[in-house]
């Protein structure tokens, strides 16, 4: 158990619609980051939020959108879905910026699958 | 920019044998290099991370890589592979401070009886 927690595990949606995937990261951790993996593009980057400001964007979608909120846990946001955005989204999160409780090391949660229909 | 390169997306290994996942980075500064193992249905699992030092670091589960910055490589290996480690593997490469990962493809390896 990595310490952090993803709602929902699975979920079936319809073009068009939009989903709220949540993360809550270790305790203590200051940083979370949302990677989305699939078959076609692997693990990619989307978004960093460091103690609720965002601090890294990667290849995330306009129809994407994150937050970090003041207790630390993220949401992320999918609108206007289409069939290329069924993936498994990760959430990971770390110690933040270098020094203090950072180890390098980024802890991933389970996962939440979104199928798109 | 950077990138990793896993060449090969599978491998297929007998029980007890040995066992060597290939990765090759690009990165204009000193690399933080990670090997990730995830399971069917699972998260990413952290098995070592090379940040300075040795050049070859040892892991969970009695995984090692070896950093040889000539070849920009961070090849993972395991000198007897059970059953239980087929999974698949990522190398991934960060940089200090923000940590965000870049990782390969992926290799998923099989384990034969």
């Known amino acids: 158990d990595s310490g952090v927690t993803q709602t929902p595990k699975h979920l079936i949606t319809a073009t068009g619609q939009r989903v709220t995937l949540r993360c809550s990261p270790r305790?203590?951790?200051?940083?979370v980051y949302w990677y989305q993996q699939s078959l076609d593009q692997g693990l990619q980057f989307l978004i960093q939020y460091y103690n609720g400001e965002e601090r890294a964007k990667g290849n995330i979608l306009e129809r994407f959108s994150a937050q970090q909120f003041p207790d630390l846990h993220s949401e992320l946001n999918l609108s206007s879905l289409e069939l290329g955005d069924s993936a498994l989204y990760f959430c990971?999160?770390?110690?933040?910026?270098?020094?203090?409780?950072?180890?390098?090391?980024?802890?991933f949660g389970e996962g939440s699958r979104l199928t798109v229909l | 920019a950077q990138s990793v390169t896993q060449p090969d997306i599978h491998i297929t290994v007998s029980e007890g044998a040995s066992l060597e996942l290939r990765c090759n980075y690009s990165y204009g500064a000193t690399p933080y290099l990670f090997w990730y193992v995830q399971s069917p249905g699972q998260g990413l699992q952290l098995l070592l991370k090379?940040?300075?030092?040795?050049?070859l670091v040892q892991g969970i589960k009695g995984f090692e890589a070896e950093f040889k910055r000539s070849q920009s490589s961070f090849n993972l290996r395991k000198p007897s592979v059970h059953w239980s480690d087929a999974a698949e593997y990522f190398c991934a490469v960060g940089a200090w401070g923000f940590q965000k990962l870049v990782f390969g493809t992926g290799t998923r390896l099989l384990v034969s009886p």
């Open positions: 990971a999160s770390s110690g933040g910026l270098a020094g203090g409780s950072n180890t390098g090391e980024l802890f």
């Open positions: 305790s203590g951790d200051l940083s």
């Open positions: 090379y940040f300075s030092g040795d050049t």
